[in-house]
């Protein structure tokens, strides 16, 4: 007790001088932040002005303002990129994989949450197993097996592939949702006639709807900017993603700068204003995966 | 009345005709794809590509460029999932070859009447060697040697240079002036294998090593062999300041945004740089030896061919793509258009740094050592060549480990050396 | 009866086609590169059985091993370099963060920003901007007095290593922060609280209540952390080619996986070899299993003692 008192007096005494202190303190923390921000966001700003600059001007003023606001660089990067033709089949792709893994990973998971059964905790760590293995190192059979379907150069390719893959994050973020809902809701479904799926999709499903758009960020960000799938399996100009696409891009205009950036430009602007305008969701999103576990 | 009756009926069929002609030719059109790593020379393709489809009505190219670095393993996984093109523009030598033992590609000698008169060195890299057919039409032959800008040469008041001595002289009144001598880095690897190609043939010996090293006779640890690695390590207070970052494309715009006097290069760059700086004047000349009565070489190989997949589903056409491809005509359209030179006999190069190219090829031409012999087997000569320079490059290796490397590398595979 | 038997059963139903999908698509994969691993391979066609051959080409045989061991330890300081930024930097940050004054919110939506970016952006991005001739980072020295800085950031055996784990920190961090203030912002407020009525300095708190409480969220994001740079590709295959330059100075597993298995594409055409290529994909699957077991093992138990 005498202590406490002591430390109050002490606190009292060292009043002023601490707000002093806490001032610089915070001029420093804020200072620092800034720093951090211009080294996260300054390359980014040198990108976009870059966009806008001729190679001459790159070279004699990387810093300065662009001399002209044309749109002209832009305009040229999409229509001899091809980028409509790599855009649609992004969205595409991502959106099929998305679909695929939400209902396949939804049915399961509902399976592992609610019903008892032998095999139960066995099969959930079978599905967990795969968040520790990157199925990168499965790509040669993966290939081999692709080939063998036929599947080469189809977009199925990347589905099937992106959808396996997120499986088992999707089951353990859906299980987790689904174990949470309490029991009355399922009895009172089946006292009103619904059969097993209706139960669940009718009355479950819903629930979770949240977990639903957790497991549809987690997977979308990868997805999307996923390079090394595409580049084994998609051949054909008319099916490759942007990442794939913007390679190809940038080995024809390799020495034409301002070209380049703005195909750099072009291709990051989706998932950049999808992130500004809904970054809450995103974040959580995204963070679900490592804090729950 | 019955004359003009009977030109009436004409002049309805001929118009006939004409409505009719390209509903018959737009049921029977195929379409065939040609694959291809030139990303640069699209337009060059589809150029010669319309000329093809002016003269083969019925018939059209649709010319899909992939990156360089990417193409051989798109191509190669599309081969073995049983698609792929029609049409493939195809690697020489070891970069060919596996395709056609795999079967993917249709033997063309007894298809294509013209390649008779092709010179038989230049069809080697299209040849397999265990059947010893020919599955490609062979596009263009490359030198490797020294380009320089003409225009600063004449403002210094340089010379090309008659022996090694002079070399370094000019290139140190190059640096004096402010100019890089020469614009090549040492980032990407196989920017040093060309490097090699330029300075390496002049000190080894020309073809008289090669033969000898081909036969087992010679190895990679010969001093001549290694005495070319050290002159091109002479050379190392010539290259851009942090000559270690600088890769290929930075070395091309060095030389032709004209900030560099000099660059070790292959012949195929002339196109790039007409097309960079229009106003660019360049010269060649071969890397000289010690003395002026040295014989200095330069280092020839054969690019690449065109071919035809074997599982095409338009076998006719896509060998009459192919022979168009061999004609004399396309040709000398190449040869104009990309500044390269043809591999098809008989075209004369318009531009004249590419005829002194093609003077020098025949007087002073060396085969390219590790692309033409080392590149059949696993470690390739290429790989261990591109990668212990580069280790010797950044210090970390002495002259003799990276020939010791070499040699232990390819004698892994190649069978005269074991 | 049929109908009950099915209503009985219906996770059988729900089920199968997530045990499918995943069983075929990526279990069987996975599973058969083990199998692959065990026999000599003619490009796409397979041989005789090889038992270990292959796992000791890749250990033993020259130049296999050079490469691999190589690589690997470039693997281990990619992850011990970026765990140290993350949890300390990272964490920092996350902790200051908590405190939710004015504008942290725009610094953390900044920082967060090139996570958003694809791979491919960032390299050729960074890839330009390190550019030794005329890259804007090399000027930017320059500009502040520091010529005498001015490398070849890239093209040094030295140096390129150290820049492509930097570049992808910068891509990377915002996501630990973002994870740790999820695990921070679920400790509850009154144990802050406590600690600091009973006297305790702000270091004492965070090293006796937050990093306690913290460590399941820390542990899991250090595993992901390890997965994922034991799994990295992109940013090395588009800045420094599929064979790590300069002389494999940043060659890691993955790209060495990739260039045996697809060929190395700068020397025009080497086919594939499945069977080495393989055995690496099982090493660096035993690697990554065995480490990521040991550390929830690991979690599991200090999560008990707690």
């Known amino acids: 007790m005498a202590t406490r008192l002591d430390l109050a007096a002490e606190r009292k005494a060292t009043v002023a001088p601490r707000r002093w202190r806490a001032a610089v303190g915070k001029v420093l923390i804020y200072g620092g932040l800034t720093l951090l921000a211009l080294i996260f966001v300054y390359p980014l700003f040198l990108m976009v002005i870059t966009a806008f600059k001729s190679t001459r001007e790159i070279f004699l003023d990387p810093f300065g303002l662009p001399s002209r606001w044309s749109l002209e660089p832009f305009i040229t990067v999409w229509r001899r990129a091809n980028f409509s033709t790599y855009f649609r089949n992004s969205v595409l792709v991502t959106a099929a994989s998305t679909v695929l893994v939400l209902t396949c990973s939804s049915l399961a998971a509902y399976a592992l949450g609610r019903y008892r059964f032998r095999l139960n905790n066995a099969l959930y760590i079978f599905f967990l197993a795969g968040i520790m293995i990157p199925i990168r190192l499965g790509v040669l059979p993966l290939f081999l097996l692709m080939r063998n379907l036929n599947l080469l150069d189809t977009h199925w390719s990347l589905i099937l592939t992106y959808a396996a893959s997120g499986m088992p994050m999707s089951v353990f973020l859906l299980t987790g949702f689904f174990r949470t809902l309490p029991r009355e809701l399922e009895y009172a479904a089946r006292i009103d006639g619904c059969s097993e799926f209706q139960t669940f999709f009718r009355v479950m499903l819903p629930l979770v709807r949240p977990g639903l758009a957790t497991v549809t960020i987690v997977n979308f960000v990868p997805w999307w900017n996923d390079f090394f799938f595409p580049l084994l399996f998609i051949q054909s100009d008319e099916l490759k993603t942007i990442p794939l696409g913007m390679t190809i891009f940038f080995g024809q205009y390799m020495t034409d700068w301002g070209l380049l950036f703005a195909g750099m430009l072009i291709a990051s602007l989706p998932l950049l204003l999808l992130y500004l305008v809904m970054s809450r969701q995103f974040i959580e999103g995204l963070t679900a995966g490592a804090v729950k576990g | 009345m019955h004359v003009r009756l009977m030109r009436l009926t004409q002049v309805l069929f001929l118009a006939l005709a004409v409505l009719l002609a390209p509903a018959v030719a737009g049921a029977e059109e195929v379409t065939l794809t040609f694959w291809s790593w030139r990303t640069e020379d699209v337009d060059a393709y589809n150029q010669f590509i319309a000329a093809f489809e002016a003269e083969h009505p019925g018939i059209r190219v649709r010319f899909v460029p992939y990156r360089n670095t990417e193409y051989n393993t798109i191509l190669a996984t599309a081969l073995q999932a049983g698609s792929g093109p029609d049409i493939i523009h195809l690697r020489a030598y070891g970069g060919m070859e596996p395709l056609a033992q795999a079967g993917y590609l249709m033997p063309l000698d007894d298809k294509v009447e013209a390649l008779k008169d092709f010179n038989p060195d230049h069809l080697a890299g299209a040849t397999n060697r265990a059947d010893g057919r020919i599955y490609g039409v062979p596009f263009a032959l490359q030198t490797v040697q020294v380009l320089y800008n003409v225009r600063i040469f004449e403002e210094l008041g340089l010379k090309e240079p008659q022996t090694w001595s002079e070399l370094l002289e000019v290139a140190e009144a190059l640096k004096r002036a402010g100019y890089i001598p020469f614009a090549n880095g040492a980032k990407e690897g196989w920017t040093l294998e060309t490097f090699f190609g330029a300075v390496g043939p002049t000190f080894y010996g020309g073809s008289q090593y090669y033969e000898e090293v081909v036969a087992g006779e010679a190895t990679f640890e010969d001093p001549r062999f290694k005495r070319a690695v050290e002159k091109m390590l002479e050379l190392r207070p010539y290259l851009p300041d942090n000559y270690m970052g600088v890769g290929y494309t930075d070395m091309q715009v060095l030389f032709a945004q004209e900030l560099a006097g000099m660059m070790l290069a292959g012949s195929y760059e002339l196109g790039t740089f007409a097309q960079m700086n229009p106003d660019l004047k360049i010269g060649v000349f071969p890397i000289p030896g010690e003395r002026a009565e040295d014989p200095a070489y330069i280092s020839v190989y054969v690019d690449g061919s065109y071919g035809i997949n074997a599982n095409t589903k338009h076998p006719e056409a896509a060998l009459a793509f192919i022979r168009f491809l061999a004609s004399r005509e396309y040709g000398q359209m190449f040869t104009n258009t990309l500044k390269q030179i043809s591999a098809v006999p008989g075209t004369q190069p318009e531009d004249p740094v590419l005829a002194e190219i093609v003077e020098l090829m025949e007087r002073q031409g060396t085969p390219y050592l590790m692309l033409t012999a080392f590149r059949y087997g696993q470690p390739s000569g290429s790989t261990l060549l591109q990668n212990e320079l580069q280790g010797v490059f950044a210090g970390l290796l002495s002259v003799d480990q990276a020939a010791a490397n070499i040699q232990e590398g390819v004698a892994s595979w190649y069978e005269p050396f074991q | ?306």
């Not at chain 3, 725009?106 to 090139?114: G, H, L």
């Not at chain 3, 500009?143 to 910068?170: D, H, Y």
């Open chain 3, 1 to 306: 009866m049929v109908r009950r038997w099915m209503e009985r059963h219906a996770y059988i139903f729900f089920l199968l086609p997530g045990l499918v999908l995943y069983g075929v698509f990526m279990v069987y994969p996975l599973a058969s590169s083990l199998g692959y691993s065990l026999f000599h391979w003619d490009g796409l066609i397979r041989g005789p059985f090889a038992g270990l051959e292959n796992f000791k080409t890749v250990l033993t045989r020259s130049p296999y091993q050079a490469r691999f061991w190589g690589a690997l330890s470039h693997n281990v300081l990619f992850f011990v370099t970026t765990f140290a930024i993350q949890t300390t930097l990272g964490l920092a940050l996350a902790v200051l963060f908590r405190k939710k004054w004015r504008g942290f919110g725009f610094f953390q939506t900044v920082y967060f920003i090139p996570y958003t970016l694809s791979m491919v952006v960032v390299g050729f991005l960074w890839l330009l901007l390190l550019n030794p001739t005329w890259g804007a980072f090399n000027q930017f020295l320059r500009l502040i007095g520091l010529g005498s800085w001015v490398q070849p950031w890239l093209g040094q055996t030295e140096t390129a290593l150290w820049t492509i784990i930097l570049v992808n920190a910068w891509r990377w961090l915002g996501f630990p922060i973002l994870v740790f203030l999820a695990g921070l912002q679920g400790i509850p407020e009154e144990l802050h609280e406590a600690a600091t009525v009973d006297g305790a300095t702000g270091w004492q708190t965070f090293r006796h209540v937050t990093l306690p409480l913290l460590a399941p969220v820390i542990g899991m994001m250090t595993i992901l952390t390890f997965i994922w740079d034991f799994n990295a590709f992109e940013l090395v295959f588009i800045m420094q080619g599929s064979s790590g330059n300069p002389y494999y100075s940043t060659d890691l597993l993955g790209t060495l996986f990739y260039r045996t298995a697809f060929g190395d594409s700068t020397t025009g055409g080497e086919p594939g070899q499945i069977g080495i290529a393989s055995a690496i994909a099982v090493l660096m699957l035993i690697i990554i299993g065995a480490v990521s077991i040991l550390g929830v093992r690991q979690m599991q138990k200090r999560q008990v003692e707690y």
